[in-house]
C-alpha cells in the first residue's frame, strides 16, 4: 500500500508557474504508476498527466500539452508535475495517484490517491 501527499498548490496569476509535488510512503515507490487528475468546481474528475514506473512513458491531456510537465524521482518517492503559462481554466484540486499494473490514462487504474492540493489561477 502507499500513502500519498501533494503539496505546491496555491493562488497564481494567469502566466505563472507552480510545482506540484506528490511525496508517497512505502517501499515500492517505484513499480508504480503515477498520475495527476484534477477536479474543478461542478465537473468531474478528469486525467491531466501521467508517468510510468520507469519514467520512460508520459502522457498528457490535449489542454495542458506543452505547458505541464511530469516527471519523478524514485530515490526521492515523489512525483512532480511542473506547470507554465498557467490560465483560469488549470483552476482546480489537482490529486496525485498511483497504480499497479498496467499504465493507463483513466482513473479507474489507479489504486492510491492524495487528498488533493488547490490550484487557482487568476485572470
Known amino acids: 500500500q502507499v500513502q500519498l501527499v501533494e503539496s505546491g498548490g496555491g493562488l497564481v496569476q494567469a502566466g505563472g508557474s507552480l510545482r506540484l509535488s506528490c511525496a508517497a510512503s512505502?517501499?515500492?515507490?517505484?513499480?508504480?504508476?503515477m498520475g495527476w487528475f484534477r477536479q474543478a468546481p461542478g465537473k468531474e474528475r478528469e486525467f491531466v498527466a501521467a508517468?510510468?514506473?520507469?519514467?520512460?512513458?508520459?502522457d498528457y491531456a490535449d489542454s495542458v500539452k506543452g505547458r505541464f510537465t511530469i516527471s519523478r524521482s524514485n530515490a526521492k518517492n515523489t512525483v512532480y508535475m511542473q506547470m507554465n503559462s498557467l490560465k483560469p481554466e488549470d483552476t482546480a484540486v489537482y490529486y496525485c495517484?498511483?497504480?499497479?499494473?498496467?499504465?493507463?490514462?483513466?482513473?479507474?487504474?489507479?489504486?492510491?490517491w492524495g487528498q488533493g492540493t488547490q490550484v487557482t489561477v487568476s485572470s
Open positions: 508517468i510510468s514506473w520507469t519514467g520512460h512513458n508520459t
Open positions: 495517484a498511483a497504480g499497479e499494473g498496467t499504465y493507463a490514462t483513466t482513473a479507474r487504474m489507479y489504486n492510491y
Open positions: 512505502g517501499r515500492t515507490f517505484s513499480s508504480y504508476n
